[in-house]
């Protein structure tokens, strides 16, 4: 298999699973579902504006290709996924901890005495 041929299966697979259930999907199926007559204007219009944002992401990930090697590139992804992580876990914790409170606040309240 060539490494074109690998290169643009990978990439065809991986956006494939990344845009399952995606915001843009569920923003297409209401826009169909509110106007089914004109579905083809809308497959047309969101096919366009989807091409656009790849053009500019590609075009993105050229000129940083030609200013930061791979590897950092990597590496800067691998700790920006890792802090937003992080970030979400801290915010759950927190909303947990917050509607714990609140729950032994209304039941402390709610105690005759």
């Keep these: 298999m060539s490494i074109k041929l690998l290169t643009w299966l990978t990439t065809y697979i991986v956006i494939i699973l990344c845009e399952l259930g995606d915001k843009t999907q569920l923003a ?6 509110n106007k089914p ?8 219009a969101s096919a366009l504006a989807l091409t656009l944002c790849v053009l500019v992401e590609v075009t993105a990930g050229v000129a940083l290709a030609r200013q930061i090697t791979p590897s950092i590139i990597n590496r800067v992804a691998g700790f920006v996924f890792l802090a937003l992580g992080v970030s979400a876990l801290y915010q759950l914790l927190t909303e947990r ?3 714990e409170a609140v729950i032994e606040a ?6 005759p005495g």
């Design 28 to 33: 297409v199926l209401l826009f169909t579902s």
């Design 97 to 99: 901890e917050k509607s």
């Design 37 to 44: 007559g004109k579905r083809w204007t809308i497959f047309f």
């Design 106 to 111: 209304a039941d402390f309240a709610e105690q």
